[in-house]
């Protein structure tokens, strides 16, 4: 799995849900610079990630509404599909790959993997990041570099000022190169400030959003963690993101210490 940054974002031996790696297509190519004339709005983001989600959905497999992962989405989730002018939608693809992520038209995709090591509240902390690079907008440059990767445009073609219809094979390029996007430092700090507001302000545990990232940070070590694939190389410095919400959960009076936070040995999804 690519990194995740997506507009906005686990299991290897102890997986028994046959998953998979998540299907994005192949590599997208080589851009020509006349395609910086092309005008991208943040509607074109929106249909465009419309369309390479409901691409992935038909290409991954996806957990169904009796599902576990369903289930427990649904228990923790359902009450946020419309968040902060927000219309959200979400799924759980049963895959390998430990991910989530959200997009401008609001899908959110869990990972099977992901949820199988994140408690309740680190999940939650984790969705309402990748909520707040959507509601931040920061998903547009994004968006735009990844459809401009898929279509291949030429200088002719990129003149263009608006966006062209993708084939099938370029819209799974382009849900490749959405994984493949990055934020700046500042668009994920900020996005680390709106889900900690989001669960202050939905009075869930903030110390959740310091334990994910310290995991985040245990999967960092790569091969100390045999067994797991490694997640968020978007979000660096987890180590330092977490004592960054520590601090701040001490000044809001909201700190309960959780003790030593280490990745679990046995699924969490029942």
């Not at 974002?9 to 849900?17: Q, R, V, Y």
């Not at 990630?49 to 228990?75: C, F, H, I, Q």
């Not at 998903?139 to 279509?151: G, P």
């Not at 959405?178 to 669960?199: I, N, P, R, V």
């Amino acid at each position: 799995m690519k990194k995740i940054t997506l507009c906005l974002i686990f299991l290897g031996a102890m997986n028994s849900i046959n998953a998979q790696k998540i299907n994005l297509g192949k590599a997208a190519g080589i851009v020509s610079n006349g395609a910086k004339a092309l005008t991208f709005t943040n509607d074109d983001a929106i249909k465009l990630s419309k369309e390479s989600v409901d691409w992935m959905d038909k290409n991954n497999p996806v957990a169904g509404p009796k599902d576990p992962y369903t289930v427990r989405l649904n228990k923790l989730f359902a009450k946020h599909k419309s968040q902060d002018g927000l219309n959200l939608n979400y799924k759980v693809y049963k895959v390998k790959d430990i991910n989530a992520f959200a997009c401008a038209d609001g899908s959110v995709r869990v990972f099977s993997s992901l949820m199988d090591i994140m408690n309740d509240n680190e999940l939650l902390a984790i969705i309402g990041h990748e909520i707040g690079h959507v509601k931040n907008q920061d998903t547009k440059d994004a968006m735009k570099s990844a459809y401009l990767k898929a279509a291949a445009l030429d200088a002719a073609s990129s003149a263009s000022s608006t966006v062209a219809t993708l084939n099938d094979s370029q819209v799974g390029k382009m849900a490749n190169a959405f994984l493949d996007a990055s934020h700046s430092k500042k668009q994920e700090s900020e996005a680390d400030t709106y889900s900690y507001d989001f669960m202050k302000n939905n009075k869930y545990d903030v110390v959740g959003a310091y334990s994910a990232f310290k995991k985040l940070a245990l999967l960092s070590q790569g091969s100390t963690q045999t067994g797991f694939e490694k997640m968020f190389n978007s979000h660096p410095d987890s180590e330092k993101r977490a004592q960054a919400i520590k601090k701040r959960a001490e000044k809001d009076g909201l700190w309960k210490d959780p003790g030593t936070v280490s990745l679990p040995t046995s699924k969490l999804t029942k």
